[in-house]
């Protein structure tokens, strides 16, 4: 199985995404926790992508490209996996085609961009693992250390409110366009993001056949 999240940034993707995986038995391959990895350890890929990310902008396809195929060359992806914020450019759903990976679904989570600023500010990630919360819609146990490691939870540097504008501006005119893509190809399902993780996780898991 090998399923694409879609959707805004703090559409809720990576949340789910982790969810189905789990559920599935299939890895989630994020290109935003590879990146933040690599400007955390101060990698060469880590350094030639930081300025982007910070100004809200997307790293260039080459870069994420060349990060992505390594990635699915090992061996847990073999049996599918979750991509979560790739392909975010048509540049890199062809590039998806070219390596002949054959996308079984894509799911597209809907929330409304006045959602999406409030969303944003609130989210909190985990220092250690990169899991992520929001301090109303999904807080960690105790509010500042994660629930899964036990490390502090810090906000993002590129969830400050200028950066987030970007970022919708990004997305809306450079990842939207893959919606129509992937609906073409009629593997596209739409999932209305709801307040409640769980009622989210819900109709993605009906509208994957899983549940
Ligand atoms: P979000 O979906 O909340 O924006 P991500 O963690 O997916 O968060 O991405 C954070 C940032 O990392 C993006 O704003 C972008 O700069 C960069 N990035 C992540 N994935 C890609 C990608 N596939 N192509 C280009 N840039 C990416
Ligand atoms: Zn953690």
Do not use: W
Not at 126 to 138: D, E, L, P, R, W
Not at 153 to 171: G, W
Not at 193 to 205: F, I, M, N, P, Y
Request: charged fraction near 25%; charge should be negative; hydrophobic fraction near 35%.
């Amino acid at each position: 199985m090998k399923i694409i999240f879609l959707g805004a940034p703090g559409a809720g993707k990576g949340t789910q995404a982790e969810i189905v995986a789990q559920k599935a038995g299939i890895p989630t391959i994020s290109t935003g926790v590879i990146l933040r990895e690599a400007i955390k350890n101060k990698t060469p890929l880590g350094v030639s992508a930081q300025s982007y990310i910070e100004k809200g902008q997307l790293v260039p396809d080459e870069l994420v490209i060349d990060i992505l195929t390594e990635r699915l060359s090992q061996s847990d992806c073999d049996n599918g996996y979750i991509l979560d914020g790739f392909p975010r450019t048509i540049a890199q759903a062809e590039a998806l085609d070219k390596m002949n990976v054959n996308i079984d679904k894509v799911v597209n989570i809907y929330v409304p961009d006045e959602k999406i600023v409030e969303r944003l500010a609130g989210r909190r990630s985990c220092s250690g693992c990169g899991a992520t919360y929001h301090v109303a819609y999904n807080p960690s146990k105790d509010g500042v250390h994660c629930n899964n490691c036990g490390k502090e939870l810090t906000q993002r540097s590129d969830d400050k409110p200028e950066t987030i504008l970007n970022r919708l501006a990004v997305y809306h005119e450079q990842t939207a366009p893959l919606e129509e893509f992937y609906r073409n190809r009629g593997i596209l399902c739409d999932v209305v993001g709801q307040e409640e993780v769980a009622d989210t996780t819900s109709l993605t898991l009906k509208a994957l056949g899983l549940k």
